[in-house]
């Protein structure tokens, strides 16, 4: 068996002895880091060792060519850097030595797609513009095209400037390689003895011309690619290519929809070895059909770090801690996150690779959690409660969400004044299509199916939810309790009104619109009462101020929401109009979101109605003066 000390005090390999260095030292612990690139250092001994059973050989002079381009070629730009030549971290010579120095039994190179997700501001993109340049001047291939594409021009240009600059601080390399466009406005870099070019592409542009034949594709930010268009363009013209390659480097992101997590999953279970990892991704070393062509750099923390408190962690997602990010900086962006929650998902996905619900926490977990417990709801039949029903199609959940009044709090206010206001227990009733279940499990990546098995969610046969099954539990509800209102969307509810009807149902039906920019109006009963009392119009529910109203309930901890993880994954994913509007108004925007967020919006208008009522509703106040608190 090939021992480690043996591989790392090779002579006759020393860009393998670099390389294996860096994969010893992560493994013992010198190096600290995450769980994934862990697996990486473990698959590069693992195919030191066996590689060869498979065909794959090791090309020390591949790797010390690439080796030698960026740190006897190349030179950094700007900041504390400018001028200086690229000297590799040791991370980032175990990623390139890796990449250039495997080989397939034909002397084809084995790697032909990259992902590495790490941190933002770990030099990623100097990275991936060095290696444009590389297979631009030096990677033996005659008419080479290499492109930085990105999802928007601009993201493109960051990448592909970054080579221009490397490009003007070398004058070795400059003398080789002509500009087009003006400085800092260049499109194009030719090596016209190659017949070769450098250039961003983007979505954005659409088609260039006849297809593009990349011998280097370099996509930047994948997290902010909205489908695969921009790589399926470039990678089916690497068919004229024999040595291509499909490099994207990116921060982590929040949709679990999206091409970067499709990507992302499958490096992780190649770095793995299995396509079936368990949740602390030991390492298995196995292959599969096309996953020996993929080498994955994939940053991110132990399961139960926590960045916001232990600064220990920081560098398993920022390998370049201390060489061009400081700890100082980080403690600040941490800080900053801690005094301002609307901040932390940002913090978390861009510097330390946790891939959130939402790009904008509507407030942190342990707040939804100090506030989630299990109770009984039978033990609130014969009270008061109050609906907010969230209607669907076929791919959305229908849900109801209830609350039931629970007592009274006094609240201090910030003025130090104090105000006595109602408690609540809330929980949610969710459905979705049996039909379609297996099919949209996989799609949106939830655990649908564990939640039905779990008795969180129900989902009765057919490709659609039918409205009288809903109407029925509704009915149900309005036995056991006394249902006083509920709010509801105007989308497909006349249809669901006339099944409440053959029900019985005659409780105050509420219009709630889900959007912020239209306010329901008022029943023309709660204006004759207005009228009477000689008070102000009043007005109608809408979806900022039912937002408004749950946020102070859970914050006040004023309300109790029965464990859930659906209506969980839907508070956590929640996304909101982004900027708020003039008057800092907020509602939820479902099409933004990563995770069905159904629950949160029924949740937010049950939360309306029940202000609504208790504000307007004498019979409420008195019953919430008489009863004794239960929560």
């Not at 693992?46 to 690439?66: E, F, N």
Request: proline content about 6%; glycine content about 8%; aromatic content about 8%.
């Amino acid at each position: 068996m090939l021992t480690t000390k043996r591989m790392i005090s090779s002579t006759d390999q020393p860009a393998l002895a670099r390389v294996s260095a860096y994969a010893a030292a992560v493994l013992d612990g010198t190096i600290v880091a995450g769980p994934h690139v862990r697996n990486a250092c473990r698959r590069h001994f693992a195919d030191v060792q066996h590689g060869h059973d498979r065909g794959l050989r090791w090309d020390d002079d591949a790797a010390t060519r690439v080796f030698r381009f960026f740190e006897e070629r190349l030179r950094l730009s700007e900041g504390q850097f400018d001028g200086k030549p690229f000297l590799l971290h040791a991370s980032q010579a175990f990623k390139i030595g890796s990449i250039f120095g495997w080989k397939k039994a034909d002397g084809t190179r084995r790697f032909r797609t990259v992902y590495i997700e790490e941190g933002k501001g770990n030099g990623k993109s100097p990275f991936a513009g060095g290696i444009g340049l590389y297979g631009l001047t030096a990677d033996g291939e005659a008419g080479a095209q290499c492109y930085a594409a990105a999802a928007k021009k601009d993201q493109a240009q960051i990448l592909f400037q970054d080579a221009c600059k490397m490009v003007r601080q070398a004058p070795a390399l400059a003398k080789r390689l002509k500009f087009s466009g003006g400085l800092g406005k260049e499109f194009n870099i030719a090596h016209h003895k190659s017949g070769s070019f450098f250039r961003p592409i983007s979505k954005e542009a659409g088609k260039t011309g006849s297809g593009p034949r990349p011998h280097f594709a370099l996509c930047d930010e994948v997290h902010e690619h909205p489908d695969r268009s921009i790589m399926e363009m470039l990678q089916r013209g690497f068919k004229f290519r024999q040595n291509p390659l499909l490099l994207m480097i990116t921060n982590s992101g929040s949709d679990r929809n999206s091409v970067c997590w499709e990507e992302r999953d499958r490096a992780v279970k190649v770095l793995a070895g299995t396509q079936t990892p368990d949740d602390d991704f030991t390492y298995v070393g196995g292959t599969w059909e096309g996953s020996d062509s993929v080498f994955a750099y994939v940053c991110s923390l132990d399961k139960n770090d926590d960045p916001m408190t232990d600064p220990s962690c920081w560098i398993k997602a920022n390998p370049l801690l201390g060489t061009i990010l400081t700890p100082e900086y980080l403690a600040g962006v941490v800080a900053e996150a801690r005094n301002v929650p609307g901040k932390l998902n940002n913090v978390l996905r861009l510097h330390f690779c946790v891939w959130t619900d939402a790009d904008k926490a509507w407030m942190p977990r342990a707040t939804i959690d100090k506030v989630m417990e299990p109770f009984d709801i039978s033990h609130h039949e014969g009270k008061p409660l109050f609906l907010g029903i969230d209607l669907s199609g076929t791919k959305d959940m229908t849900v109801v969400a209830c609350m039931v009044p629970t007592g009274k709090r006094e609240i201090q206010r910030a003025d130090g004044t104090t105000a006595t206001l109602p408690t609540y227990n809330a929980w949610i009733e969710a459905w979705t299509p049996g039909d379609t279940l297996a099919a949209r499990t996989t799609a949106d990546k939830q655990p649908y199916d564990i939640w039905v098995r779990d008795g969180y969610l129900q989902a009765p046969d057919g490709p659609r939810i039918r409205f009288d099954i809903v109407a029925a539990r509704v009915a149900e509800l309005d036995r056991l309790y006394d249902i006083q209102s509920i709010a509801y969307d105007n989308y497909a509810y006349a249809a669901f009104k006339d099944e409440l009807d053959v029900f019985g149902v005659t409780a105050e039906q509420l219009p709630h619109p889900q959007g912020g920019k239209i306010r329901a109006r008022p029943s023309p009963e709660k204006v004759e009462a207005a009228k009477a009392a000689g008070e102000k119009a009043p007005l109608g529910l809408w979806m900022p101020g039912s937002v408004t109203e749950l946020e102070n309930l859970i914050i006040d901890d004023r309300i109790r929401l029965q464990t859930n993880p659906v209506l969980m994954t839907a508070m956590m994913g929640s996304t909101f109009n982004h900027p708020p509007d003039p008057h800092g108004n907020r509602w939820f925007v479902k099409t933004r979101a990563s995770v069905r967020i159904d629950s949160a919006v029924a949740l937010a208008m049950c939360a309306g109605a029940a202000a609504d009522k208790t504000i307007a509703g004498p019979d409420i106040g008195d019953f919430i003066n008489n009863m004794v608190m239960v929560i």
